[in-house]
Nanobody
Framework: QVQLVESGGGSVQAGGSLRLSCAGFGYTYTNIDMAWFRQAPGKEREGVARLCVGGRTRYSDSVAGRFTLSKDDAKTSLYLQMDSLKPEDTAIYYC???????????????RGQGTQVTVSS
């Protein structure tokens, strides 16, 4: 059974940095596509960044240039380095994984429980 466990969330002042981790367990094949989503209070869940097999990455316009994705050598864990954080980055951040370079949250079969990120001004 695949499990995704997020960590690294917390509270930080605007301009600060956080590094989120998503540890994956139970994959059948470790070369898996992974992504981060977020949901702010009162808003819909949105895609933040995606790292697909082969190294293809994509970032939302709102985080491009500030957030950076990476994977561990075993390719089972995904990291999101978040720099120059803004109050509008405040949200619950979720990790997702699947065997397909998906865009939508609903398409990923494996999803984490989320980690809270709060950015104060």
């Amino acid at each position: 059974q695949v499990q995704l466990v997020e960590s690294g969330g917390g509270s930080v002042q605007a301009g600060g940095s956080l590094r989120l981790s998503c540890a994956g367990f139970g994959y059948t094949y470790t070369n898996i596509d992974m992504a981060w989503f977020r949901q702010a209070p009162g808003k819909e869940r949105e895609g933040v960044a995606r790292l697909c097999v082969g190294g293809r990455t994509r970032y939302s316009d709102s985080v491009a240039g500030r957030f950076t994705l990476s994977k561990d050598d075993a390719k089972t864990s995904l990291y999101l380095q978040m720099d120059s954080l803004k109050p509008e980055d405040t949200a619950i951040y979720y990790c997702a994984a699947g065997y397909g370079c998906y865009d939508a949250w609903a398409d990923f079969p494996y999803r984490g429980q989320g980690t809270q990120v709060t950015v104060s001004s």
